[in-house]
């Protein structure tokens, strides 16, 4: 469920401004492992600071930060300082039987806050560090190390290496005085490989803004909509005052695109105005990002971009495009000219699409692949990916993997003549998704048959022999002969194959009195020739004369 932090986390953006930035970890490369989420499931508290009756530091709905729920959060406030008196500070505990085996602190920790509008005027008076058994271990990030992670208020994913082994991590805000401040603390967690998992389907969506939004308006309005499987509900961006900044709407996986994949979204006009290259040219990108690297930003002009008309709609849009790089989140962007001209841009859905396998054989024409009878193919995947496997069937639904592996030699050989399919699936290596069985169509043709009657018997220096049949099947075209080694007789390939018995054989006129053996094969028109049948031309000597003597008596 969405609402719940269990395995992965589905986060909504309450305040105007989201901002996932990845400090000094978790930058990933392609690899074929998901991870999952380890969420701190206990907590501590500074104690309440009141000074004369007036409250100068606090910690209000503690436990929201650990309980589970998706929407809820604790916050830390202290109010005008007194003096510099008051800190508030919570530490989030993660479950020990989850910690990384042997860690030093390589593992990276992520919290989420919330932030107000003056956090960028107190960054020196809040600090995010690891602890142990409640003790603050390893590098402290505040001041100028935060100033990165934040860019303006609202919601914040901070990502930190610890450096020190470490069970938990603490926030803590320090006062100023005549400034006050709150932060919303969410969650903590770090990653750690995971069994299969649902690996194109989000875990997490970001909203925001770069810049000002109108007063009435939040930066996405409904984010979550845009991952939810819902097509009858959206998100909406909606426009920066200035043309300069952006709005964007960020889907974050659990595991790394693999090349080859594409994305896949469903937008909409507010206006239901119809969108095309030219509206979309400068003012909309998607990109995608590694961690917090940029790998890819295709603009709305771009060739890459395939924009079209979703079927049954005349109002709502596709956008396609193909995966050149491995990426982790998957980013839509808005100028404020864009969603401004269009009242508002609705994303339907933000989808990742495993890719369904291209088959190629040299048999392969037209997506057939025509067999004889008695003869096999080699199936072979055109582009395999990586981080997948390729599973062969007889059947669409069900049944047996017959192989498994980037080429299949189907036994086709107790076939039966007629239409046969195979299929194939492509099986993201531990993700539970696949993309469907593509199917592979093969037609075997019978083999053409002949029935010959008496080995034909002639004379020495007769000049043709008459090759008698009885029967034909499958109307064969041609015939073949080929003589046993040794014979004076001209082997004879792809003759025409005449109307009716027999077939001729020339016989050169010195080929010596001998039995001489030979094979006929006949083809038909699919190109299927028949198995070879032996036949005998027996060619007998001449009768020498008699001679005769005359005597009288």
């Known amino acids: 469920?969405?609402?719940?932090?269990?395995?992965?986390?589905?986060?909504?953006?309450?305040?105007?401004?989201?901002?996932?930035?990845?400090?000094?970890?978790?930058?990933?490369?392609?690899?074929?492992?998901?991870?999952?989420?380890?969420?701190?499931?206990?907590?501590?508290?500074?104690?309440?600071?009141?000074?004369?009756?007036?409250?100068?530091?606090?910690?209000?709905?503690?436990?929201?930060?650990?309980?589970?729920?998706?929407?809820?959060?604790?916050?830390?406030?202290?109010?005008?300082?007194?003096?510099?008196?008051?800190?508030?500070w919570q530490n989030l505990r993660f479950p020990a039987a989850e910690l990384p085996a042997g860690d030093n602190g390589s593992v990276p920790v992520s919290v989420k806050l919330g932030t107000g509008s003056t956090i960028l005027n107190v960054l020196n008076n809040?600090?995010?560090?690891?602890?142990?058994?409640?003790?603050?271990?390893?590098?402290?990030?505040?001041?100028?190390?935060?100033?990165?992670?934040?860019?303006?208020?609202?919601?914040?994913?901070?990502?930190?290496?610890?450096?020190?082994?470490?069970?938990?991590?603490?926030?803590?805000?320090?006062?100023?005085?005549?400034?006050?401040?709150?932060?919303?603390l969410y969650y903590a967690y770090f990653n750690k490989p995971s069994g299969a998992i649902a690996c194109v389907s989000p875990i997490e969506v970001l909203s925001g803004s770069t810049g000002t939004i109108a007063s009435s308006l939040t930066a996405v309005e409904n984010p979550l909509r845009s991952i939810d499987g819902n097509l009858g509900l959206y998100a909406k961006i909606n426009s920066t005052v200035t043309a300069l900044n952006e709005t964007y709407l960020t889907a974050v996986y659990p595991a790394h695109s693999v090349v080859g994949d594409s994305i896949r979204m469903i937008i909409e006009s507010d206006n239901l105005a119809l969108l095309n290259a030219t509206i979309l040219a400068s003012d909309f990108h998607v990109r995608g990002f590694s961690g917090n690297t940029q790998v890819m930003d295709v603009a709305g002009n771009s060739p890459f971009l395939n924009l079209n008309l979703l079927n049954g709609s005349t109002t709502?849009?596709?956008?396609?495009?193909?995966?050149?790089?491995?990426?982790?989140?998957?980013?839509?962007?808005?100028?404020?000219?864009?969603?401004?001209?269009?009242?508002?841009?609705?994303?339907?859905?933000?989808?990742?699409?495993?890719?369904?396998?291209?088959?190629?054989?040299?048999?392969?024409?037209?997506?057939?692949?025509?067999?004889?009878?008695?003869?096999?193919?080699?199936?072979?995947?055109?582009?395999?990916?990586?981080?997948?496997?390729?599973?062969?069937?007889?059947?669409?639904?069900?049944?047996?993997?017959?192989?498994?592996?980037?080429?299949?030699?189907?036994?086709?050989?107790?076939?039966?003549?007629?239409?046969?399919?195979?299929?194939?699936?492509?099986?993201?290596?531990?993700?539970?998704?696949?993309s469907g069985r593509i199917p592979i169509n093969i037609k075997i043709n019978?083999?053409?048959?002949?029935?010959?009657?008496?080995?034909?018997?002639?004379?020495?220096?007769?000049?043709?022999?008459?090759?008698?049949?009885?029967?034909?099947?499958?109307?064969?075209?041609?015939?073949?002969?080929?003589?046993?080694?040794?014979?004076?007789?001209?082997?004879i390939v792809s003759a025409a194959f005449p109307a009716s018995s027999p077939i001729s054989i020339v016989i050169p006129a010195a080929t010596p009195a001998a039995t001489y053996a030979g094979t006929i094969t006949v083809k038909n028109a699919n190109g299927c020739i028949s198995d070879p049948v032996n036949f005998n031309v027996i060619i007998n000597p001449k009768l020498t004369s008699p001679s005769i003597t005359i005597t009288s008596n």
């Open 1 to 88: 469920m969405l609402s719940f932090k269990k395995l992965y986390l589905i986060s909504v953006g309450l305040l105007s401004v989201v901002i996932s930035f990845f400090f000094v970890g978790e930058a990933k490369g392609q690899n074929c492992t998901p991870t999952e989420r380890v969420y701190a499931n206990n907590q501590t508290s500074s104690t309440d600071v009141t000074v004369f009756f007036v409250t100068l530091a606090e910690v209000n709905n503690k436990p929201n930060s650990v309980d589970g729920s998706l929407y809820t959060h604790s916050i830390l406030s202290t109010y005008v300082g007194l003096l510099g008196l008051g800190t508030a």
């Open 316 to 434: 709502k849009y596709t956008i396609t495009i193909p995966i050149t790089n491995a990426f982790d989140k998957v980013q839509i962007a808005t100028a404020g000219g864009l969603a401004s001209l269009l009242n508002g841009l609705r994303i339907y859905e933000i989808q990742r699409i495993i890719a369904k396998p291209k088959i190629s054989s040299i048999d392969l024409i037209a997506n057939l692949i025509t067999l004889c009878a008695g003869n096999t193919t080699t199936l072979t995947i055109g582009t395999a990916q990586d981080c997948t496997t390729y599973n062969w069937y007889n059947t669409a639904i069900g049944g047996a993997i017959l192989h498994t592996g980037v080429s299949y030699t189907p036994d086709v050989s107790s076939l039966t003549p007629g239409d046969h399919i195979f299929y194939v699936e492509s099986v993201r290596n531990n993700c539970t998704e696949t």
């Open 446 to 491: 019978s083999l053409p048959s002949i029935t010959l009657g008496t080995n034909p018997s002639i004379c020495v220096e007769t000049l043709t022999a008459l090759l008698p049949f009885t029967a034909t099947t499958e109307t064969p075209i041609s015939y073949s002969i080929t003589w046993a080694g040794g014979s004076p007789l001209t082997n």
């Open 126 to 184: 809040v600090t995010i560090q690891a602890t142990l058994s409640g003790v603050p271990v390893g590098t402290a990030y505040s001041g100028a190390s935060l100033l990165g992670l934040l860019s303006g208020q609202g919601e914040n994913i901070i990502t930190f290496t610890p450096g020190a082994k470490y069970d938990g991590v603490r926030v803590i805000i320090n006062p100023i005085v005549d400034v006050g401040t709150s932060v919303d």
